[in-house]
């Protein structure tokens, strides 16, 4: 119980835990006070989850705010009683996934939600519980409900997906369209759902870390960091500094192939093929590069709890540097004749717009939200493991179209460079890996790391008996989906694919 | 005109010349089939079965250790379980069969490839095989290099394989991913809309047996249960020459 003149939230910085006894636990009333004002000061949710409560039938919500200017995270809690409790999302609209996700999760009603659909079409985890009241047997189709539409003469739906016309994951997209222009895109996902939360909630041991490593593959080093980083603040913390700066080299290298490939994506989008051809191949040189330190172009087994599974000598050091420089001339050849040619950037200004308002009310991350002017980069705000040490500049743009979220990735590969070229010359001395000690019982982590596509928030809690009992995930792609779907609007349709590649979201890191 | 000519120059020709040439250095650290050293491993501790996050190894009567390529992750896990440091993995590409039961291997035992197709089917496919790849379940990262065959540096249409927007011009699909109950209908209904005689590809080890996911709920483990499958490509995710290799054996196009 929170005393009146305790402090309505915790602080703590990224990669810290804290005693679960600490934080502040509020009635929901007071909660959602201190909730909403804080996220109408600045303050960002990084996540807001539920977990079952010791108590048969009731339901712990806690928050994870980000308080990026001042590189802090607040932590606060409540508990909820019964099957509902009123929704935030008409104030606060970031928090419009969440609550869905509790709601599918939980069986909790958010009242007053205004998009109150299922996630990742699955039942509740608590059978007494279903939020849309379904009966418990009946099967739930993914993709099947209400989608919003519009009705009037010339406006018809275009429905696409969940098998897609390339080599692509799946998702449904529903577009209501007048000609060629969208009034409204809906896209509902859970195809990919493989029960990862769930996995991990009956404490997975051995499969913990290839959960992941396998929660977005193309985001292999940045989710297993997150994740190893979450578990290392729960022992007690971590101090192979090697291994930090090599955790950092590998996950800059997923950074550096991920953007190259989406450069060369989007020049393939609008048929500009010299440049989409050589990115396609600049990309794989990066990902070999990430073999060159760990056997797996994907980073596998690269990192694992208390530091690196591979170290590099002086010959390894010096391949990859040669290789990097080799890559660098090719990728700034390939993406200098991208943004000189007048019919590309014809094609990427003044698209899919997303004003920095909009993307601020979403709790839009990454690229993708610095593209809309906004000012977040976790490496920035809250650095953990080296970047504690080398601080990397923000690299934003403020034209909020295709085109900026095209040149943030190409500001962002310089800067990767630069930080590995940087990180080669001088790596730290010392072990790579040290044993990670037991988890502390009845804690709390936060990990934050900024992958390729943005934040990835790891959040763990352990019982008495130091098991953990909840362990949840947001990947970027969770908070940025609703902001593709408000770039559609007033575009043409036939501008989707490129606008959809200028986001390249995660469909398998929102599923899980 | 003139920047994009002196780009193409500064970029040259970089297909590999794969398989009229030896295929490209593959990185010393790839982690293909693990290998166990007889004379170091007496099969009694059996550390590495414990430690296989998917139960990829068992051992058989006579304590000989036994592996299912297709369950196996490529990780490290037994490596480092193994007090006698027996196991390493081989640096081998070609892992690619065409039974699932050639996927489970002894030790010493050696890799049944996967044969060609059948006379009629190569007669149809050999020169022009168009693939329907359908995602389901997995996590991109079998997709992603599925997909880097298609870039310069492969160029898998020379071979006449291309993957295709319908599965109306498609003669077989590629699966990636263990096969969500969320995908099973989409997945079900693409393979019927696929006209006969129509070939099943299994990539990755989701696809062939449910990769890390194995026996959780909300999967199928694989699509092996589900569909005949005529090509199982092992990995996680598979090497993109292990999927090209895979391929080409399946057109009788690579032999050794």
């Known amino acids: ?135 418990r047997g009946q099967a739930i189709l993914p993709g099947v409900g209400d989608f919003y539409r ?61 959960y992941a490593e396998t929660l977005a593959g193309d985001t292999t080093i940045g989710h297993a960091t997150a994740y190893c980083q979450v578990l290392e603040a729960l022992a007690g913390g971590f101090s192979a500094v090697r291994a930090q700066s090599l955790r950092g080299i590998a996950l800059e290298l997923e950074r550096l ?29 990066f990902l070999n590069m990430s073999a060159l330190l760990c056997g797996s172009r994907f980073g596998r087994g690269m990192v694992c709890p208390g530091g690196v599974g591979y170290d590099m000598d002086a010959a390894r050091i010096k391949d990859l540097q040669t290789r990097l420089t080799a890559a660098e001339k090719d990728t700034a050849n390939a993406v200098n004749l991208l943004f000189d040619t007048p019919s ?109 596509r943005g934040e990835l928030c ?28 408000y770039a559609m609007r007033n575009q043409q349709i036939s501008d989707f694919p490129l606008c959809n590649k200028s986001f390249n979201l995660s469909y398998c890191g929102h599923d899980l | 005109m003139i920047k994009i000519t002196l780009a193409r120059l500064h970029q040259k020709h970089r297909t590999i010349r794969y398989p009229d040439a030896p295929p490209p250095p593959l990185p010393d650290r790839l982690r293909g089939r693990p290998l166990f050293d007889a004379a170091r491993c007496q099969g009694s501790c059996q550390l590495c079965a414990e430690s296989c996050p ?71 496919l050999g020169r022009s095989l168009k693939l329907r790849q359908v995602s389901a379940g997995g996590c991109n990262a079998c997709e992603a290099d599925v997909n880097v065959l298609g870039t310069v540096g492969w160029d898998l249409g020379r071979f006449g394989i291309q993957f295709v927007a319908s599965p109306r011009h498609a003669d077989g699909v590629l699966i990636t991913g263990p096969v969500t109950q969320n995908m099973q209908s989409a997945l079900m209904d693409t393979y019927r809309a696929v006209p006969n005689p129509k070939i099943v590809i299994a990539v990755g080890a989701c696809a062939i047996a449910g990769g890390p996911f194995v026996d959780h709920a909300e999967v199928n483990n694989g699509v092996t249960n589900l569909l005949p499958v005529d090509l199982f490509i092992p990995g996680c995710p598979p090497h993109p020459l292990t999927i090209l290799d895979g391929l080409l054996r399946l057109l009788g196009r690579v032999k050794d």
């Open chain 1, 1 to 135: 119980m929170t005393t009146p003149s305790a402090p309505d939230m915790l602080t703590l910085i990224n990669a810290q835990s804290v005693a679960l006894d600490r934080i502040p636990r509020h009635d929901l009333e007071t909660f959602q006070r201190i909730v909403s004002a804080a996220l109408h000061a600045g303050q960002r949710a990084s996540a807001f989850f539920g977990a079952a409560a010791d108590q048969p039938g009731q339901t712990d919500l806690f928050i994870v705010l980000a308080h990026d200017n001042n590189s802090q995270l607040n932590l606060l809690c409540t508990q909820v009683e019964g099957g509902h409790f009123p929704s935030l999302t008409p104030s606060c609209p970031s928090l419009h996934l969440f609550e869905r996700e509790i709601a599918e999760q939980f069986g909790l009603r958010p009242e007053g939600h205004p998009w109150l659909k299922p996630v990742r079409y699955r039942t509740s985890w608590d059978s007494q519980r279903d939020a849309w009241q379904r009966p």
């Open chain 1, 150 to 210: 519009v009705d009037g003469p010339d406006v018809h739906e275009v429905a696409v997906g969940p098998v897609h016309a390339g080599i692509i994951e799946p998702g449904h997209f529903r577009f209501q369209c007048h000609g060629e222009e969208v009034y409204h895109l809906e896209i509902a996902l859970g195809y990919q759902h493989r029960g990862i939360e769930e996995a991990l909630l009956q404490n997975s041991g051995r499969r913990g870390l290839h």
């Open chain 1, 257 to 285: 192939a991920n953007h190259v490939g989406d450069l060369g994506a989007l020049a393939n989008d609008i048929g500009f093929l010299p440049t989409a051809s050589y990115c396609g191949r600049i990309r794989g040189d």
């Open chain 1, 344 to 452: 590309v950037l014809a094609r990427f200004e003044s698209k899919g717009v997303l004003p920095p308002e909009m993307a601020r009310t979403l709790g839009m991350v990454g690229p993708a939200a610095r593209a809309s002017g906004l000012y977040r980069d976790i490496r920035h705000d809250h650095p953990a493991g080296i970047y504690r040490f080398v601080h990397l500049p923000l690299s934003t743009w403020d034209t909020c179209d295709i085109f900026a979220r095209g040149y943030v990735r190409w500001l962002e590969i310089q800067q990767s460079i630069e930080f590995i070229r940087e990180q080669l010359n001088a790596i730290p001395a010392g072990p790579i890996r040290t044993k990670p000690g037991p988890l502390k019982p009845s804690r709390l982590a936060v990990s934050l790391v900024e992958g390729w």
């Open chain 1, 458 to 485: 790891h959040v763990a809690l352990t019982d008495a008996q130091s098991l953990v009992r909840r362990h949840k995930i947001v990947d970027p792609s969770f908070h940025n989906w609703m902001g593709l779907a």
């Open chain 2, 54 to 124: 998917t139960g990829a190894i068992e051992f058989t009567a006579d304590h000989k250790p036994r592996v299912d390529l297709g369950k196996c992750l490529f990780c490290n896990d037994c490596v480092q379980a193994c007090p006698q440091h027996a196991i390493r993995h081989s640096n081998d590409y070609r892992l690619a069969a065409s039974r699932r039961e050639e996927l489970v291997v002894e030790e010493g035992q050696a890799l049944q490839w996967a044969h060609e197709l059948g006379k009629d089917l190569k007669r149809l």
